[in-house]
């Protein structure tokens, strides 16, 4: 993986934020182990493209269609690619 994608410690607090902001009804995450899919559903595939937009395009569609949280899931995507987009490009 490349060092301007975020990392899944990285995405994890993104999740707890909104997680606080917002009082969500459905806490937490819904695998076992939410580092390794991050990393296997989420980076690895987004780490295919040299473009910073598809990349970024990659980590929306990924952390939304992936699932890993109980609730939130857009949220955490959003957050995250505004981040990836604005702190890094």
Known sequence: MTDDLPTPDEILAAHDRIEEIYDLKYPGTMT???NRTLRREVLEPA???DDPYHRAAT???EI???HVFEDANKRTACRDEEL???ERY
């Open 59 to 61: 980590l929306l569609w």
């Open 64 to 66: 939304e269609s992936t």
């Open 47 to 49: 780490a295919e493209y």
């Open 84 to 86: 990836f987009t604005t």
């Open 32 to 34: 076992a182990a939410p």
